[in-house]
């Protein structure tokens, strides 16, 4: 596999990161993740946008403009022959001094690397297994407003998960309210309407979650944004998620409990794929 890292493309064995570096010491990053799709990024401008205000928040300079990290994108999907793929973009302080303080970390570290990932299948929505995990979210958190390099309270979560035999684990803030997944945001319906959680209850402004809030729009479909408690989710009539990876999957049951699988979500699903193939046509013509 090719890897981008710091203006050059190399081998995936030559692709060294220092141990110095704040990224690997100290979590001190963001990154994005992309799917490819047919050979071109989805929402391009809405995960570089995202990207942008998480360099802003933590004080990063990225080192190469928008239109040069989409040379570099598409570059890299040649080169490793993968139409169908997601892109991870990552960016480090880089190295600096030893301790917390950031200054003398002047050299930020940027790398782009690819892994295989057909597109969703228009037919089929995936079932997934939820728990809800005992880690608890911040309520109102600055930091989830990007996807920032250290993710320890996602990572013991879908531990969790992996112990419960589980596709992925619901995590709660600190007041209570259930907020995201690990790696998704979440999304349940209650007769007609779908519902989410607010921003403001500290969940990550998914891409693929405003895809899905258009989507409902279009279709006519009411879309509300409150916050939920664990026992009144699985009271509802049905719940899924969005991600970058996989688009739109369904719950099946939450710790045990079976959920409802509505046939609005396929709608949704159903959606979600055809937007996926509509809008590469008119990116290759742009």
Known sequence: ????????????????????????????????????????????????????????????RCPFSDEEMRRFADELVAQNKLPD??????????????GY????ADVPTLVMNLHPLPPPDVGVVKKWKLITASQRLPAGEPLAQFKNANKLPQILARAEADEAGANEALLQNSDGWVVEGTTSNLFWIKGNT?????????????????????????????????????????????????MSSMGVVVAESLDGVQLPEPPLVSQIHRAYCNLLRQEQPQELEG
């Open 101 to 104: 303080s950031p200054k003398g």
């Open 1 to 60: 596999m090719i890897v981008f890292l710091n203006g050059e493309f190399v081998p995936e064995e030559r692709a060294v990161v220092s141990v110095f570096d704040r990224s690997f010491l100290y979590g001190d990053g963001l990154y994005e993740a992309i799917p490819i799709v047919g050979g071109r990024p989805f929402r391009w401008a809405e995960h570089l946008d995202r990207f942008a205000r998480g360099t802003a928040l933590l004080k990063i």
């Open 85 to 98: 793929a997601l892109l991870r973009i990552t960016l480090s302080r880089g190295v600096g001094q030893r």
């Open 194 to 242: 779908v519902n989410t959680p607010p921003l403001v209850a500290g969940i990550l402004p998914g891409v693929t979650r405003a895809v899905v809030q258009d989507i409902c729009r279009s279709m006519g479909i009411e879309f509300c944004e409150r916050n939920i408690k664990i026992d009144e989710l699985k009271r509802t009539d049905g719940v899924f998620l969005s």
